[in-house]
Structures are given as structure tokens and as C-alpha cells.
């Protein structure tokens, strides 16, 4: 791990290091009406071969000018070629900054039309500029040289942006300025699209490889033309779109997770796993027999997995004189990752009210990630006046997934007397497919000399997710610690359910958008008026079935083959009533009028929407089940206000208000109860929408077209915030979503580009302080000696929320040798993963710090090397709750459990990438 780091260190250290001698010509060349700098020229010692190309900053350096009289020759594409006489001495530099006239052409009576290009970092940069809110753009050179290949990676190099991850330790969520992902939507090329998880409304990053993007927008702060259920922010993916002119872009690689060099992949044949359930296969009534439950789901082997794989390939054009415009992109990724985890579920002392470890999980997690993409899009421009796009695209990921897991049972252990406990083993196999189609069609229309716009979108979008047939199966260990502290070991026996679990959902979405804006003059100001709404209607359909497999006889000895074993179907109807076979149907018509006009240097843009939501549900659920049926209707009435005052051409102050809210997710309100990964789940029919009042004051500066500083601070005034709690009914435990109150959520946050010629640092860094105050349970024994609790209200920061994230990047770009590096590096502070009932019970995950390195290399025009490298540092998801207690040492050794008590420790190790692509 020394050498890795001291090697990419060295990269550096080298770079800066190489001097030559002699005297040297420097200076910056620069845009002669602009004054911007200009990147890539070419600038020479006429009649030799000394030369230099212009970094990012405009600036160059030459070295080793003989002295004397030299001509100094400037050139840069479209500008006015340079010729400058310079005197040289020996051992003094001679400064020359060169500004440079475009070139001038006569083209009579030819129309040109411009399009500025949308993927570089120049473009962002005057996006968050000019925009009329506070936004973020990540363009696609970006992306291109960073070191991640998903979305979802790609979005925590926003500033103010951290990550949710999966149990793979891939990216997978985002949580915006402090707010759990259900405070935030996601759009596709402006248009939101349905979400393929089973549960919720957000919609998981990582499905998206990011090879497929233009940039990536992350808005935060809503103008009433924007859908109003975002509290965090709105993340925006914009696709490639046609070119003006022919590209071909091929993306091929490879490379290997350092997990499968330390141990073996875990899998199973998924070829003969049904998709469906016996009962949805063959209706309500079908009884299910034990041949209909295939055993290859259950027969585990360990191998060596192949590489990782990485292919993407777009092309575009544009035909008829350029009116019509196509392209189609294509991403395919196939990666093999995993974990290596522990997990302790604790137990609050009666007492004390001290957690104490009650079951030890030894879990190691194997995970083949296949993801696709493919999308296509046209547009037509009939003239100026007259466009319309047409877009399409589908998006999958398929998620196959071993869990080994062995677990130590302390409680059993300790009515056995001193020992380890009995130890279990189990086993599980899960296939998750998440699959998004989307076809857009808009129009964009311009009438009255340019005074009157009219764009449309006709949107059908269906996301589906199935997760058929996951299968756990366990068996029993006789090993424990007898009396005489001798381990004694019973063969392994079945004596536990074999679960075969199918679930599946669809997510089905008609759209339809319209905005109409008009520019008129009052009294000499120029005023855009713009009024419009959207409709969708959306049926969600979600069906559920589990069976229990019972060994017959019980107590088998495990024999080594799955195939040996035999069991009997406890309950072949399935589960026809459980309240996850359920139906739903949501309505949102939203309405808004708005009003943009500058004055001097000031720009104010303010009005209000509306959005009224119908959702109701019904479920297979019996009659006496509270909530089966139900339904909830609400107005929304959504204001706001943003100010952008321009003091020069390069700064911006912003303020803005808006009022926003964030819907119940579909799964949470249907009453059902599921066990999953940690705990048993509840849902809760009688939550409420969250509504929330957000400010910002924003300072932006650009002092050149890469370049930025932002200083900004933001509140928010949270109404009902919804969150997943422990809640306690009898002697059971569920996880449970609730509305909690009111919360209270401030952070500020600062944003730094900057480029040094061939060097650069992009760095971020956000402090955010949430609270919100909740009653929690407190047990002990009072002065009787009886035992007791009360509650106790106790303030907290929100679910998912760290004080402290910042983000931070080294960057090296040689424009004439083709070469770029960077290392990039993401804190994220502690944050609260899962609330309990009880106090001080809370589980937070520990602040960590990961560390990624990326390089290309370019070889002639086409061909470019790359190398990206993952989790260089190995950091471990660590998570615990701030209580000590000591008497877990003796559990779990390997923890200091003197300030608080570990309940979750991954491990995912590093990941390579090696490939190159071809640019045409």
C-alpha cells in the first residue's frame, strides 16, 4: 500500500521537478476582445524547434532560447496568426503576452448557425454562470478523465453532494446539502423518469454508466417551472446529443477487484431460475409442489471470477444540411464486486441502557454487476423557428448476488454458559434486474419575430424491477464451548426454513409538459413572462411471494450437496394476502406562472406553483388489516423568489427562496412487514408529505472560462421530515418510516478551480448542521429496584447527514503531449445511518476518506490510454453507536469497545481499470 501511494506521489513530484536551463520566453496569450486566455496554442521560435502549447490558464513557457534576435509566431484556430520580434539575453526571461483578433471572414449572404458545444468544462463553467438559479455542471471531459465509471460516482464530485452506498460499496445514492435521497429527483434531459427499486420514488445512480453523458446538472434551488418534490436538489442527466459534424467514439476495457486475488467469487447458476412465483404463474388457487422450486439457486461454488469489461460506442452525424441530427450511444459493463463484512446486532441492557452484542455475522458478499445502456436521439430543424427532438433510451442493471454469511449466537452462548455459542450458517442467493425505457418527444416553437416561445414534451416512460426467487438457506453448527471450555463440533444439520422469496415491480409513467413564454417591453424593461404546467399519471404495481421450505426429515446432516437434501412446501399457496401484492395509481397536475427582468445589474425572477396530488392504493391485504385500502389527496401552493445581481462580467451574488416538498414513497404507506437485510420492516399508512422553505445566498466568481470561486450558505425550515426508525411493539422490533416534527437544516458551502498551466486543483468543501428532536426511550431501575423507562426527547442531525464533506483534486493536463492525471480525494464526515428507539442508541457510520487516481494518455489523434484505480486506501464502512461498553471485548476482541460499540464493518478493497478509446 506504501509503494502505491509513494508511486502516484512520485507522478507528481516528477512533473514539477524537470527544469532545463538557459534563458526562457513566457507569457499568456489571450482572447483580444474577451480577454479570456486561450487553451492549446501553439506558440513558437520561428526557424527552430523550441515551442510550447498553452496550458489551461493560457499561459506558456519556453526554455532554452539562445540569445538574440528571435521571431515569436502565435497560433491558435479561427484567430489571426501572431508574429512578435523579441530580443533575448542570456540568463533573463522575456515575458510576452500575446492578444489575439478572431479571424475575420466574408461569407455574404451564407446563415451560420452556431451550436455551443455542451461537454466540456468551458460550457459548465458558463452554465453556472448564466443560470438563473444555483446549479452545479459536471461536464463530460470531466467525467471522461475521472476515475469513475457510473453516475452515481460521478456526483460526488459535486460540491455539497455525498454518497449513500450499496453493500458492494459502489456509489449508489445521492444525499444533497445533508438530505436523505428520498429529498431529492432525478431527470433525464429535463424530463423525470420513474424509479426501478421496488420501494421508492428516488431513483438509484448507479444504474447509469456515465459514459453515456453530455454533463451532469445538479440544481438546487427550484424556479416554478421545475417540479416542486425536491428539498435537497435535482439531479439532471443530460444525454449525448447529434454532433454537428461526423464523430465516432469506442470505449473498450478491462481490469479486476484485489478482493478475487484474496479469496474465490461465490456464485450459482442462475440459467433455471424462474422469474415469477408458482402462484403468479399459475393463479391464486395453484398449490406448489417442491419440484417447482429448482435447488441450482442454492448450490453454491467458488471460482475465479473473468475480468472486469467495459465497452461503449457512440456515433452521430448530422444529414440535410445539417437539419437533422442522429445519434446512438451504447455503454455495457460487466464487474465483479464484493465485501468482506461484519455485522453485530446488539441488544439495550434492561439496566443500563447499553447496547451489548447478541449475534455476531461474519458476512462476505460476492456481486456480479451487469449494466447496459443504450439510447438514441434525433432532432429536426425545420428553420430557425421550428425544432423538435426525439428521444430514447433504455437503462438495465442486473445485480447477481452471493451472501455467505456465519453467524455467532452470544445469547445462545451465554445460557450455555461461557463459550462462543451455537453457530449458524447461511446462505443466500439474490438476482436483482432493474430495467428504465423512456421515449421523449418535444418540440420547441418560436413565433411573433422571436416574442412568443411554445415547447412541449410527451413523455412515456416504464421502470420495472424483479427480484425472483432469492433463496436463503441455513444450517446449524454444533460448535460451542462446553462447560469444561472445550469446543465440541456436531455435524452440520438442517433444522431452519429455506426461504424462496419473489418480488417484482412495475412503474409505469404518461407525461405530457408545456410551457409558453412570452417577452414583452413595459416601460422600457424587458420582461419574460412564462406560464405552463405538466400532468403524469402513473400506475405502480408491486407483487410478493414467499414460501417456506421445511426439511423433511428434519435435522439432516449436511451431506456437502444441496442435491442430497429433501424438504417439504410448509405453505404451497404462497402468500396471496401479504399486503405487498398491491396496486396504486398517483395523479400530479402541476400549474405555475413566472416573471424574469433585469434591471441595471440586477436580475430578479419570482413566481408560483401549484401541484395537486391524488395517490391511492389497495392491497390483497384481509379486510381487518388497518390501511389496506386508502387513498390521500393535497394542494401544494409553491412560491419563490431568486435574485442574481451581476456587479461585473465575471461575478454574481444570488439569493433565492423557494418552497418545496418531497411525497411519501409508494412501498412506505402500504402496511406490510418484511425481513430484510438487518432488520424486520414496517410500513405506515398514515405518513404525511414532508413540506420545507429553502434559502440560499450564493457568491460566484469566474475569473477565467475554467476557473471558479463559490462561497455560498443555505437554511432550510423542514415540516414533517420523514425518517426510518426503530419502533417497539411487544417483545418485536421494526423499522418503521414516521414523521418526525420539525427540523431545522443550515450549511454553508465553498467551491475552488483553479488552473496553474499544466496544473489544477478542484476542491470542495461543505459544512452542514441539521436538528430535529425526537422522543426516545430510556430504561432503568428506579430507586425500588424496579425496573423502568421513560421517554426522553433528544436533538439529532438528520438520517444521512455529516457536518463535514469535502472533496478534493490534483490535476495535471499537458495539452501537447496529451497526458492527464488526476487524483482525486472524497471526505465524508460521521453521519447517522439508523435511528433507534432507544437513547443514545443511534448507529453512525465513521467519517472516512477515499482516495481514487485516474490517468490518460493520448497517442496521435485518435487513440487515448487510460488507467483508473478505486478505494486506493481500502476504506472500510465502519459504523457504531457512541456508547461503551467494555463487556463486549470479550465478544468481539478485535474492537476497542471503550468509547463506543462497533455494529458494522465493510471492507471492499481496491478496483482497476485499464482500456483505451478511439475518437473519430
Known amino acids: 500500500m506504501v509503494s502505491v501511494k509513494f508511486s502516484i506521489l512520485s507522478v507528481f513530484l516528477l512533473l514539477t521537478f524537470f527544469q532545463s536551463f538557459g534563458a526562457e520566453v513566457r507569457g499568456v496569450v489571450s482572447d483580444k476582445q474577451t480577454r479570456e486566455p486561450l487553451t492549446g496554442a501553439m506558440v513558437l521560435i520561428a526557424g527552430t524547434q523550441l515551442h510550447s502549447v498553452t496550458g489551461l490558464d493560457g499561459s506558456y513557457n519556453i526554455k532554452n532560447v539562445p540569445k538574440g534576435k528571435h521571431t515569436l509566431e502565435v497560433s491558435f484556430i479561427s484567430f489571426e496568426r501572431q508574429r512578435i520580434e523579441i530580443n533575448v539575453s542570456e540568463g533573463n526571461a522575456v515575458i510576452v503576452d500575446v492578444q489575439m483578433a478572431e479571424s475575420g471572414l466574408d461569407l455574404g449572404e451564407v446563415e451560420i448557425v452556431g451550436r455551443m458545444r455542451q461537454d466540456n468544462d468551458r460550457s459548465a463553467r458558463a452554465s453556472e454562470k448564466n443560470a438563473d438559479n444555483v446549479i452545479n455542471v459536471i461536464s463530460a471531459k470531466t467525467i471522461e478523465v475521472s476515475p469513475d465509471i457510473t453516475v452515481a460516482n460521478v456526483v460526488q464530485r459535486v460540491s455539497g453532494v455525498s454518497l449513500e452506498r450499496n453493500n458492494n460499496g459502489d456509489g449508489q445514492h445521492a444525499i444533497v446539502r445533508g438530505m436523505d435521497k428520498r429529498y431529492n429527483y432525478t431527470l433525464v434531459n429535463g424530463i423525470k423518469i420513474p424509479s426501478p427499486e421496488t420501494r421508492n420514488r428516488y431513483v438509484p445512480l448507479d444504474i447509469f454508466p456515465s459514459d453515456l ?14 417540479e416542486g418534490d425536491a428539498i435537497g436538489g435535482v439531479i439532471d442527466m443530460k444525454m449525448k446529443s447529434a454532433p454537428d459534424r461526423f464523430t465516432l467514439n469506442v470505449n473498450i476495457g478491462t481490469g479486476y477487484n484485489q478482493m478475487y486475488f484474496d479469496r474465490p467469487f461465490t456464485t450459482w447458476d442462475r440459467s433455471g431460475v424462474p422469474n415469477k412465483s408458482p402462484r403468479a404463474l399459475n393463479g391464486n388457487d395453484h398449490r406448489a409442489g417442491i419440484e417447482e422450486f429448482p435447488l441450482d439457486n442454492a448450490n453454491f461454488v467458488d471460482e475465479q471470477p473473468m475480468p472486469n469489461q467495459i465497452y461503449g460506442l457512440s456515433i452521430g452525424n448530422r444529414f440535410m444540411d445539417g437539419k437533422l441530427g442522429v445519434l446512438v450511444a451504447g455503454s455495457y459493463q460487466n464487474t465483479y464486486r464484493g465485501a468482506n463484512s461484519i455485522f453485530v446486532q446488539t441488544d439495550t441492557d434492561r439496566e443500563t441502557n447499553t447496547p451489548s452484542y447478541d449475534v455476531i455475522q461474519d458476512r462476505q458478499f460476492s456481486v456480479q454487476q451487469i449494466r447496459t445502456g443504450v439510447h438514441a436521439k434525433l432532432d429536426y430543424e425545420f428553420n430557425r423557428n421550428h425544432r423538435i427532438d426525439w428521444y430514447n433510451a433504455y437503462i438495465g442493471l442486473n445485480d447477481v448476488e452471493t451472501r455467505d454469511r456465519v453467524d455467532t449466537n452470544l445469547r445462545l452462548g451465554r445460557s450455555q454458559g461461557e463459550g462462543t455459542g451455537r453457530i449458524e450458517y447461511r446462505l443466500r442467493s439474490r438476482q436483482q434486474i432493474r430495467n428504465i425505457y423512456n421515449s421523449t418527444l418535444q418540440g420547441d416553437h418560436r413565433f411573433l419575430g422571436g416574442a412568443l416561445k411554445v415547447d412541449w414534451s410527451a413523455v412515456y416512460s416504464l421502470a420495472t424491477a424483479d427480484d425472483p426467487d432469492m433463496s436463503e438457506l441455513t444450517w446449524l453448527s454444533g460448535a460451542f464451548r462446553n462447560e469444561d471450555g472445550v469446543i465440541e463440533q456436531e455435524p452440520l444439520i438442517y433444522d431452519r426454513v429455506f426461504s424462496r422469496r419473489y418480488q417484482s415491480n412495475s412503474d409505469n409513467d404518461l407525461a405530457g409538459y408545456l410551457n409558453v413564454t412570452y417577452y414583452q417591453d413595459i416601460g422600457g424593461l424587458d420582461v419574460e413572462f412564462k406560464a405552463g404546467g405538466m400532468y403524469r399519471h402513473k400506475n405502480r404495481d408491486n407483487s410478493f411471494d414467499r414460501y417456506r421450505l421445511n426439511p423433511s426429515p428434519s435435522n439432516q446432516i449436511w451431506s456437502g450437496s444441496i442435491f442430497d437434501a429433501a424438504f417439504t412446501v410448509d405453505n404451497p399457496g404462497g402468500t396471496p394476502t401479504d399486503p405487498l401484492n398491491y396496486r396504486s395509481q398517483e395523479d400530479v397536475l402541476g400549474l405555475y406562472g413566472q416573471f424574469k427582468f433585469l434591471v441595471g445589474n440586477l436580475q430578479v425572477l419570482g413566481g408560483v406553483r401549484v401541484e395537486n396530488t391524488l395517490f391511492s392504493w389497495d392491497t390483497d391485504s ?21 435574485l442574481k445581481y451581476m456587479p461585473t462580467a465575471k461575478t454574481n451574488i444570488r439569493g433565492s427562496y423557494f418552497k418545496s416538498l418531497s411525497r411519501p414513497n409508494f412501498f412506505e ?28 445566498l450564493r457568491w460566484e466568481h ?11 450558505v443555505f437554511y432550510k425550515r423542514i415540516d414533517d421530515p420523514i425518517e426510518s426508525a426503530l419502533v417497539i411493539e411487544g417483545q418485536s422490533i421494526f423499522l418503521q418510516p414516521n414523521n418526525f416534527g420539525t427540523a431545522n437544516n443550515f450549511g454553508v458551502e465553498f467551491d475552488y478551480t483553479k488552473y496553474f498551466n499544466k496544473f489544477g486543483i478542484r476542491a470542495f468543501y461543505t459544512y452542514t448542521n441539521s436538528q430535529i428532536t425526537t422522543s426516545k426511550l430510556f430504561r432503568f431501575r428506579d430507586d425500588a429496584g424496579n ?50 428507539v432507544y437513547l443514545d442508541n443511534d448507529i453512525w457510520q465513521r467519517a472516512f476518506t477515499q482516495l481514487d487516481f485516474s490517468a490518460e494518455k493520448r497517442f496521435g489523434k485518435h487513440i487515448t ?14 459504523a457504531d453507536i457512541l456508547l461503551p461498553n467494555e463487556s463486549n471485548a470479550a465478544a468481539l476482541p478485535s474492537v476497542d469497545a471503550s468509547e463506543s460499540v462497533l455494529v458494522r464493518e465493510d471492507f471492499y478493497l481496491q478496483t482497476y481499470f485499464i482500456g483505451f478509446r478511439y475518437t473519430l
Open 213 to 226: 453523458l453530455e454533463r451532469l446538472e445538479v440544481t438546487k434551488a427550484l424556479t416554478p417551472s421545475m
Open 622 to 642: 384481509p379486510p381487518q388489516v388497518p390501511g389496506r385500502v386508502g387513498n390521500i389527496n393535497y394542494m401544494d401552493i409553491l412560491p419563490s423568489m431568486h
Open 669 to 696: 404507506v402500504i402496511p406490510y412487514e418484511i425481513n430484510e437485510e438487518d432488520f424486520r420492516e414496517r410500513g405506515n399508512p398514515f405518513l404525511q408529505r414532508t413540506q420545507a422553505d429553502n434559502l440560499d
Open 702 to 712: 469566474f475569473p477565467s472560462p475554467l476557473d471558479q470561486i463559490m462561497v455560498g
Open 787 to 836: 425496573l423502568t423507562s421513560r421517554t426522553i426527547d433528544q436533538t439529532r442531525p438528520l438520517q444521512g447527514q455529516s457536518d463535514h464533506i469535502a472533496n478534493a483534486s490534483l490535476l495535471y493536463k499537458d495539452q501537447k503531449s496529451g497526458l492527464d492525471l488526476q487524483l482525486a480525494m472524497v471526505y465524508t464526515g460521521r453521519r447517522i445511518i439508523g435511528v433507534s
Open 865 to 878: 490510454a487510460y488507467v483508473k484505480v478505486n478505494n486506493i486506501l481500502n476504506t472500510p464502512l465502519r
